[in-house]
């Protein structure tokens, strides 16, 4: 799986660095860290991030 966030969209949420701690990484308000290419067993945790995402920035990639 791979995953793309759109940093123009993303507004700091941070629903994603607390539902997969493991791939995103908030430093500061708005400046969103995250592993591009996701471990299998942080699929379900992705999935579940770009869907909590407000604003929609996580571009989920399969497979
Ligand atoms: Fe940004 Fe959405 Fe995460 S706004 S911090 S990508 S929940």
Request: proline share 8%.
């Amino acid at each position: 799986m791979q995953i793309v966030v759109d940093l123009n969209r993303c507004q700091g949420y941070a629903q994603c660095v607390f539902l997969a701690p493991q791939v995103f990484e908030l430093h500061g308000e708005e400046a969103l860290m995250f592993t591009p290419t996701v471990p299998e067993d942080q699929h379900e945790r992705v999935r579940r991030a770009a869907a909590a995402c407000p604003v929609q920035a996580i571009l989920v990639g399969e497979p």
